[in-house]
């Protein structure tokens, strides 16, 4: 799918004809309006409350390069804000770093579909009303995801929300998602208010949200007798308490009550952890206590390490900075895995470091215990060469710095630049996005993954995940894409491919590491399968092989991918997966903290080998989406082609295991067979 400026011409056109609200549905009308829904809907709209929607979406099976089975679902969209646009736009995203096994469902009852035109949307006209679908009797598990979304309003103002969304899962239907999506915060109660700009920050599997908050375009809120936010803050928001007949609006009059979903102590529903901060505080992390209290972890732009649970109580120091690290840069990183040579007991920390020449040539990892104190620290400092120990291509040379920190992401997330997990067999795994040979400002587009292995000893080496170094073609040297017999069916390539020679940021988003390993990555591919058109951006999974301290790349899915929604009855095109905005890494791009640590259903496979698709305990990706509404097996954008009908939505796309193998084919078009 190469298009002439693809990352940023997408900014205006999914907003100009791109519904995105939420689920796997499509209205009854098709094209615009679509069946979003209005973040300002509380109880007094008469057409009833959006604040807290349930439903179920069915996760459709299909299968990667080599032919490993995993599932997507579009958990959720985002709001309707302007007449003139069909949707917001997606920004950070987050998901929990655990699984919680053995939890009730939430509720006892579930907005069910499998038809065209149903849908959450109390707007009848929009949507025909969904039947009912109690979950499981029985105990299941518990996973979290959220996102912030950004548009312009009705009246012009810039809308801010952040969006969660609860997932429940039964171990007998693992496939079958059980969604509450909540409005967690808005910044206005209205489309003419403004009174805060968001960063996302973190979710936990109980839902808990932390995320920031600052007063930059604050435009003078409309909201009657409400104040502006000031500086910078950090909010935490117990979504599963939301009252889903009230806002959530973000302002500075907290101590007053304003327009804040508080709720009652000792739990409340939102709390303000960091007020009025005059120190640029990035946006945060949240990791657990042994009382239940989430815990706040962060940093800021002055080189501190932030930690603690309720206002009054947050320690600031630089107590995080290894030896070598003279600063950081970016946002903080977390993984609940602990390591030996960090001596952590309540996970590990990691941020890119910066070295006494003001260069990002290290990852600054750091254990915490149950208080969020530093118990040891490492300064990962990347060695002139690093060769990847699949292929044996090294690093071009140069400064070689780590990456996609820079421009808003300090400011709007999201979470981390630094991916921390653990290995089958017990080493600490870092992983983080380089440029190289140089970095140029934010907008470098040869990039590659770099790894360093920690043994429990200590001990360090290095390999690279993936590459690509400028070239493409048949002659290109970029890290090869395989098929499952390892036939070389691709390669790695720049932005700028893509892009037609405009370099327009990365080429290769953060990394994500699961629970056995693997490293998973958005990034710039040539398919050499498809000669007319072979640039895309596709969602890679490396898959790590422990004993050669290797990685070879799996294809998951591309632009241009097709699925068939099992609750729409429509199949959808992924028509953009997003790595850059106009000059760096986009904030929508895909982050460390966007994946589970846990494996499938919040377990860990010891003995599978690491290509099993049970290691991925669940990720998710912004997404833009198109449903052929007309089921007439194209996907027209409505805002080009004349009479089209076909809908087009930005969602939180889930990428999970189903628990079984899929076959799809022409007699089997869905990929579902018996489980």
Same mark, same amino acid.
């Given at each position: 799918?190469?298009?002439?400026?693809?990352?940023?011409?997408?900014?205006?056109?999914?907003?100009?004809?791109?519904?995105?609200?939420?689920?796997?549905?499509?209205?009854?009308?098709?094209?615009?309006?679509?069946?979003?829904?209005?973040?300002?809907?509380?109880?007094?709209?008469?057409?009833?409350?959006?604040?807290?929607?349930?439903?179920?979406?069915?996760?459709?099976?299909?299968? %990667?390069?080599?032919?490993?089975?995993?599932?997507?679902?579009?958990?959720?969209?985002?709001?309707?804000?302007? =007449?003139?646009?069909?949707?917001?736009?997606?920004?950070?995203?987050?998901?929990?770093?655990?699984?919680?096994?053995?939890?009730?469902?939430?509720?006892?009852?579930?907005?069910?579909?499998?038809?065209?035109?149903?849908?959450?949307?109390?707007?009848?006209?929009? &949507?025909?009303?969904?039947?009912?679908?109690?979950?499981?009797?029985?105990?299941?598990?518990?996973?979290?995801?959220?996102?912030? $979304?950004?548009?312009?309003?009705?009246?012009?103002?810039?809308?801010?929300?952040? *969006? /969660?969304?609860?997932?429940?899962?039964?171990?007998?239907?693992?496939?079958?998602?059980?969604?509450?999506?909540?409005?967690?915060?808005?910044?206005?109660?209205? $489309?003419?208010?403004?009174?805060?700009?968001?960063?996302?920050?973190?979710?936990?599997?109980?839902?808990?949200?932390?995320?920031?908050?600052?007063?930059?375009?604050?435009?003078?809120?409309?909201?009657?007798?409400?104040?502006?936010?000031?500086? @910078?803050?950090?909010?935490?928001?117990?979504?599963?308490?939301?009252?889903?007949?009230?806002?959530?609006?973000?302002?500075?009059?907290?101590?007053?009550?304003?327009?804040?979903? *508080?709720?009652?102590?000792?739990?409340?529903?939102?709390?303000?952890?960091?007020?009025?901060?005059?120190?640029?505080?990035?946006?945060?992390?949240?990791?657990?206590?042994?009382?239940?209290?989430?815990?706040?972890?962060?940093?800021?732009?002055?080189?501190?390490?932030?930690?603690?649970?309720?206002?009054?109580?947050?320690?600031?120091?630089?107590?995080?900075?290894?030896?070598?690290?003279?600063?950081?840069?970016?946002?903080?990183?977390?993984?609940?895995?602990?390591?030996?040579?960090?001596?952590? %007991?309540?996970?590990? +920390?990691?941020?890119? #470091?910066?070295?006494?020449?003001?260069? !990002?040539?290290?990852?600054?990892?750091? #254990?915490?215990?149950?208080?969020? !104190?530093?118990?040891?620290?490492?300064?990962?400092?990347?060695?002139?060469?690093?060769?990847?120990?699949?292929?044996?291509?090294?690093?071009?040379?140069?400064?070689?710095?780590?990456?996609?920190?820079?421009?808003?992401?300090?400011?709007?997330?999201?979470?981390?630049?630094?991916? *921390?997990?653990?290995?089958?067999?017990?080493?600490?795994?870092?992983?983080?996005?380089?440029?190289?040979?140089?970095?140029?400002?934010?907008?470098?587009?040869?990039?590659?993954?770099?790894? !360093?292995?920690?043994?429990?000893?200590?001990?360090?080496?290095?390999?690279?995940? /993936?590459?690509?170094?400028?070239?493409?073609?048949?002659?290109?040297?970029?890290?090869?894409?395989?098929?499952?017999?390892?036939?070389?069916?691709?390669?790695?390539?720049?932005?700028?491919?893509?892009? *037609?020679?405009?370099?327009?940021?990365?080429? +290769?988003?953060?990394?994500?590491?699961?629970?056995?390993?693997?490293?998973?990555?958005?990034?710039?591919?040539?398919?050499?399968?498809?000669?007319?058109?072979?640039? @895309?951006?596709?969602?890679?999974?490396?898959?790590?092989?422990?004993?050669?301290?290797?990685?070879?790349?799996?294809?998951?899915?591309?632009?241009?991918?097709?699925?068939?929604?099992?609750?729409?009855?429509?199949?959808?095109?992924?028509?953009? =997966?997003?790595?850059?905005?106009?000059?760096?890494?986009?904030?929508?791009?895909?982050?460390?903290?966007?994946?589970?640590?846990?494996?499938?259903?919040?377990?860990?496979?010891?003995?599978?080998?690491?290509?099993?698709?049970?290691?991925?305990?669940?990720?998710?990706?912004?997404?833009?989406?198109?449903?052929?509404?007309?089921?007439?097996?194209?996907?027209? &954008?409505?805002?080009?082609?004349? #009479?089209?009908?076909?809908?087009?939505?930005?969602?939180?796309?889930?990428?999970?295991?189903?628990?079984?193998? !899929?076959?799809?084919?022409?007699?089997?078009?869905?990929?579902?067979?018996?489980?």
């Amino acid at each position: 799918m190469n298009r002439p400026l693809l990352f940023v011409t997408w900014i205006a056109a999914c907003c100009a004809a791109a519904p995105a609200s939420a689920q796997d549905s499509v209205s009854k009308v098709g094209c615009l309006p679509g069946d979003t829904v209005a973040p300002w809907a509380d109880a007094t709209d008469p057409l009833g409350s959006e604040q807290v929607n349930r439903y179920v979406v069915d996760m459709t099976p299909f299968n %990667t390069s080599w032919g490993t089975t995993f599932a997507v679902a579009p958990v959720a969209k985002g709001s309707k804000t302007a =007449l003139q646009f069909t949707g917001s736009l997606l920004s950070g995203q987050t998901m929990s770093s655990r699984a919680l096994r053995n939890v009730p469902f939430p509720s006892n009852a579930y907005a069910y579909w499998t038809t065209a035109g149903q849908g959450i949307s109390n707007d009848t006209s929009l &949507n025909d009303p969904a039947g009912v679908l109690a979950p499981p009797t029985t105990l299941g598990v518990q996973q979290a995801a959220a996102f912030a $979304e950004f548009s312009s309003t009705f009246g012009g103002a810039s809308y801010n929300g952040i *969006i /969660s969304t609860l997932i429940n899962i039964s171990d007998a239907a693992p496939s079958r998602l059980f969604v509450t999506r909540t409005v967690a915060a808005i910044n206005g109660c209205d $489309e003419a208010s403004n009174s805060s700009q968001f960063g996302m920050g973190s979710i936990d599997a109980q839902g808990r949200l932390i995320f920031r908050a600052d007063d930059f375009g604050a435009s003078g809120s409309n909201c009657v007798g409400l104040v502006n936010i000031v500086d @910078d803050n950090i909010f935490k928001v117990a979504t599963a308490l939301r009252d889903g007949n009230v806002l959530n609006v973000v302002s500075n009059d907290y101590l007053s009550g304003g327009q804040f979903d *508080i709720g009652t102590g000792p739990n409340f529903t939102t709390e303000w952890l960091v007020r009025n901060n005059v120190t640029v505080t990035s946006p945060p992390s949240i990791a657990p206590t042994p009382s239940g209290t989430p815990l706040y972890i962060g940093t800021d732009q002055a080189a501190g390490y932030l930690r603690g649970t309720a206002f009054g109580g947050i320690t600031t120091d630089s107590s995080h900075l290894a030896t070598g690290a003279a600063n950081h840069r970016g946002n903080i990183s977390y993984t609940p895995r602990n390591h030996a040579s960090v001596a952590s %007991t309540n996970g590990i +920390c990691g941020i890119v #470091g910066y070295d006494a020449n003001n260069k !990002a040539s290290l990852m600054n990892v750091w #254990g915490i215990n149950s208080t969020g !104190a530093v118990t040891g620290k490492l300064a990962l400092v990347r060695p002139a060469t690093i060769t990847d120990n699949s292929t044996g291509a090294t690093n071009l040379p140069g400064t070689n710095e780590f990456d996609n920190w820079g421009s808003q992401v300090g400011f709007r997330g999201g979470n981390g630049h630094v991916a *921390i997990g653990v290995d089958q067999g017990g080493n600490m795994l870092v992983a983080g996005m380089m440029s190289h040979p140089n970095k140029v400002g934010t907008n470098t587009g040869t990039n590659c993954i770099a790894v !360093a292995r920690v043994t429990t000893a200590g001990a360090v080496s290095w390999t690279l995940a /993936s590459y690509n170094d400028g070239t493409s073609g048949p002659t290109g040297t970029g890290k090869p894409v395989l098929d499952g017999a390892g036939n070389i069916i691709g390669r790695m390539v720049s932005t700028s491919d893509v892009t *037609i020679g405009s370099l327009l940021g990365p080429s +290769c988003s953060s990394p994500m590491i699961d629970s056995a390993g693997n490293i998973w990555f958005l990034g710039v591919w040539e398919n050499f399968t498809n000669p007319v058109d072979p640039f @895309d951006t596709a969602l890679f999974r490396a898959v790590y092989d422990r004993t050669a301290f290797s990685y070879r790349l799996e294809m998951v899915f591309s632009t241009g991918k097709t699925f068939r929604g099992r609750n729409s009855g429509r199949r959808y095109q992924l028509t953009f =997966l997003e790595i850059a905005d106009s000059n760096s890494v986009s904030s929508a791009a895909p982050f460390s903290n966007n994946i589970c640590a846990d494996g499938w259903m919040g377990r860990v496979y010891p003995t599978h080998p690491t290509k099993s698709p049970a290691h991925l305990g669940g990720l998710v990706i912004n997404a833009g989406i198109r449903y052929d509404w007309d089921n007439d097996g194209s996907f027209d &954008n409505c805002s080009t082609v004349i #009479g089209a009908t076909d809908e087009s939505y930005n969602v939180l796309l889930y990428v999970g295991y189903p628990g079984y193998q !899929a076959h799809e084919g022409p007699t089997n078009p869905s990929g579902l067979i018996a489980q």
